[in-house]
């Protein structure tokens, strides 16, 4: 008698290779690899400066957005210094490119390691503060390492700012938007993958332990204060490295943008992204950039309305107050953030035209 076969109807896992495994069918890979090959071949032939400028500018602000999910989102440690941190690494890689002269691909790893260090230092408190208290000591390294920035004038130039030389990739300059797309778009692939491969990892396991339950945890035999720091010296060395990687893009850098304002920027992303999920981390990154270039043009063209400026409005906090709107809204009705939309939409698409 014939032995009757079956088909599976979903996707089983019977090793540990498989529990792991990051794409669970070869169409997750194969669309990867298509939309890669799309982004890095169409979009610097299609698109003009201004928006290659607004997709490196994504691209550099979702590395460090991962960082921070890092932190936030799988060990459930709040960071209001994420900004500093940022402005750490850019002035660590441009004083490495000017005092040293090393060479672009030295100094970008060696100032998220440098900024790795300093935010292990800032993460002390993390072994006996949590909660609102930890989030008010990092606030406090965000101020700290704001006036280092600005008045150790004899190594950061103060005020001044610091101008970098242009990179070099085997003897040829990297200089323009389009080059540095494909710097920036292959260090964000890079950080994507490593960030993956670590939350699949004991240390990933441990994060999300210690977030859940850290007496659990501890209980466990996680030695937790360890823990805890390696989860800010990874998260500081994603800001450190994106740093670094935009005062190249920028070529000359000062210390006003790495105030609180650009910490609470990354906080937005990775709460409307979605905390606790890497591609939330590039969602956020993506909605707050473009949101930040919608509002820019918003606020210039309500400053042109007669009616509106005869009223004597002013429109520089139109920028803080929809920021906090779109967080209240998406903590209300999507705390998930845009990663869970994304998944509800890719279930759709997966079960159509048999939806549940």
């Avoid at 460090?64 to 750490?88: D, R």
């Amino acid at each position: 008698m014939k032995k009757p076969s079956f088909h599976p109807c979903g996707n089983f896992r019977e090793t540990y290779a498989e529990e792991l495994a990051i794409f669970d069918t070869w169409f997750g890979r194969v669309s990867l690899i298509v939309f890669l090959l799309l982004l890095f071949c169409l979009a610097p032939l299609m698109l003009d400066r201004y928006l290659l400028y607004i997709l490196n500018s994504i691209g550099i602000m979702a590395i460090a957005a991962i960082g921070l999910n890092i932190l936030i989102g799988y060990t459930g440690q709040i960071s209001l210094g994420h900004g500093a941190f940022f402005g750490v690494g850019a002035y660590a890689g441009a004083i490495l490119a000017t005092r040293l002269n090393l060479p672009f691909f030295v100094c970008i790893p060696a100032a998220g390691l440098i900024t790795a260090m300093v935010g292990m230092i800032f993460g002390i408190p993390s072994g006996r503060l949590k909660g609102l208290y930890l989030t008010i000591a990092t606030l406090a390294g965000q101020f700290i390492i704001e006036y280092v920035l600005i008045q150790w004038e004899s190594l950061t130039k103060g005020t001044m700012g610091i101008t970098l030389p242009e990179p070099q990739v085997l003897g040829v300059n990297i200089s323009g938007d389009k080059a540095f797309f494909f710097l920036i778009f292959a260090c964000l692939v890079c950080m994507t993958w490593f960030a993956v491969n670590i939350m699949r990892s004991k240390y990933g396991r441990a994060f999300v332990a210690i977030r859940d339950n850290d007496r659990a945890a501890e209980g466990m035999g996680i030695p937790i204060f360890r823990y805890k720091l390696l989860s800010f010296a990874i998260s500081s060395f994603y800001a450190g490295f994106a740093g670094s990687l935009w005062a190249y893009y920028m070529v000359s850098i000062t210390t006003e943008p790495f105030n609180l304002a650009l910490s609470v920027e990354f906080i937005a992303m990775v709460i409307i992204g979605g905390m606790g999920n890497i591609p939330g981390a590039i969602f956020g990154a993506t909605f707050i950039t473009v949101l930040n270039e919608l509002l820019r043009f918003a606020t210039g063209a309500l400053m042109n309305v007669g009616w509106i400026a005869g009223l004597g409005l002013n429109m520089a906090p139109l920028r803080e107050f929809v920021f906090g709107l779109a967080i209240v809204l998406f903590i209300l009705l999507e705390p998930k953030g845009l990663a869970e939309l994304w998944r509800i939409v890719r279930s759709s698409f997966r079960l159509w035209p048999f939806s549940y």
